[in-house]
């Protein structure tokens, strides 16, 4: 939603779906959106910047719909159309502003009642193909997510952060979740193989009496939108995977079957249509944690670098020349590093200022240097030998997307 433009929107999109279609040889049905944050349709002005005049957004899912996506995931206070942004609103003129903008572009009145358990139709229903979207349940999610109050902190279960120096292995316990590094104790696998029942048989009952009053409260079949981050399992969490495989096996032959959010779409035939506020699942529930005093510089970078994507893509992409489409390929690819909402995220929680300041101002450095190759190789210009070995050094370092086309940023 932070995004400058529309178009830098729908490339990040593009190539979300052509990557998938490359890995997993088919269309992508839906999509967990970065840091579950949404922004519908309005009259938007930049929150950082010079450039104040306001212009028409299109809200997320119409840009969902663009590229065939049917379904994204939001967090529950979204859902229940509230405003727990608190006091970060205050803190920040550019956050006020953002807010002030959405509120104004929003008619007044009452929000529907919507349960997180059923899927709800965001937008155009009357368009061939409506977006859904799923909200994550926070009850389930915390179980599983948090290492304070979830399954993960259980003291039995391998400690992530205390490694023997210097090969690196991990041989000790959670112990406590608060509990200091020099206060862990050894990892004892023998003890695991019981903790993780326990915790199956936990969650998988907590599925089934959440799916029991969801249908006692009038609900016809309902779901529970579940999503967790891969790296929790096997990495965070060491036991996690094996954790996985018990819930899955306790859930068989009863109401808490596992499915996927495609195949619950086509079976949630009926669903009501709602409106959503803008937000995301960040800390005040909104966009704090991403654009504030300390982020607000990288924003302005973002902006910049965006328009000169879609500058030199418009001038060149349809140029027959091998090697400036490698360039612009590459400069594309420096653009979406550089937008990761990782960065801002770091740099918010202090847990890695330097190292995120530092892979930003890298990327931009490298984006900047791109932009000249790619404006030389247009002019028919021979790259000198100091030009031509950081093109090779930022091409192997950065690359990821190897079939990136820069087409994905025309209009």
């Not at 998938?20 to 949404?38: D, N, T």
């Not at 206060?183 to 009496?209: C, W």
Request: glycine share 8%; proline share 6%.
């Amino acid at each position: 939603p932070l995004l400058g433009t529309d178009n830098a929107i729908r490339a990040q999109l593009r190539v979300g779906v052509e990557t998938y279609k490359h890995h997993f040889g088919r269309e992508p049905r839906g999509i967990w959106l970065p840091e579950c944050a949404y922004r519908p349709g309005y009259k938007w002005t930049p929150p950082v910047g010079e450039d104040k005049t306001p212009r028409d957004r299109l809200g997320v899912e119409e840009l969902l719909q663009e590229v065939g996506l049917r379904y994204f995931i939001v967090d529950s206070h979204l859902l229940e159309g509230g405003k727990p942004i608190g006091m970060y609103l205050a803190r920040f003129e550019g956050l006020m502003k953002l807010w002030e903008q959405f509120e104004q572009s929003q008619p007044a009145g009452p929000v529907p009642l919507a349960s997180p358990h059923e899927m709800h139709w965001v937008g155009d229903i009357d368009n061939k193909h409506p977006v859904g979207v799923f909200t994550r349940l926070p009850s389930t999610s915390l179980q599983v997510w948090s290492g304070e109050y979830g399954y993960p902190g259980d003291g039995n279960y391998l400690d992530f952060h205390k490694k023997h120096f210097p090969g690196g292995n991990r041989y000790w316990r959670v112990t406590s979740a608060k509990a200091d590094l020099g206060d862990k104790l050894l990892y004892e696998p023998k003890k695991v193989d019981g903790r993780l029942d326990e915790n199956a048989d936990h969650f998988a009952e907590l599925v089934k009496s959440t799916l029991k009053s969801a249908e006692a409260s009038g609900i016809e079949n309902p779901m529970i939108c579940a999503p967790f981050d891969t790296e929790l399992f096997g990495h965070w969490w060491f036991e996690g995977i094996r954790w996985i495989e018990r819930v899955i096996r306790k859930l068989q032959n009863t109401n808490g079957q596992p499915a996927t959010l495609s195949d619950t779409q086509d079976r949630m035939v009926v669903a009501s249509r709602i409106t959503l506020p803008e937000g995301s699942w960040g800390e005040g529930g909104f966009h704090h944690i991403w654009l504030n005093q300390d982020t607000a510089w990288t924003w302005e970078i973002i902006y910049q670098c965006e328009a000169k994507m879609q500058e030199l893509t418009e001038k060149y992409s349809n140029v027959e020349n091998p090697e400036l489409q490698k360039a612009l390929a590459q400069l594309g690819r420096e653009l979406l590093l550089l937008e990761s909402s990782d960065w801002q995220f770091l740099i918010s929680t202090v847990s890695a200022r330097d190292y995120s300041e530092m892979r930003f101002n890298t990327h931009h450095r490298d984006f900047n240097r791109m932009a000249e190759i790619v404006e030389l190789l247009a002019a028919g210009k021979i790259l000198d030998e100091d030009i031509s070995l950081h093109w090779e050094e930022i091409a192997e370092r950065d690359s990821l997307f190897a079939h990136l086309n820069p087409a994905v940023w025309l209009k």
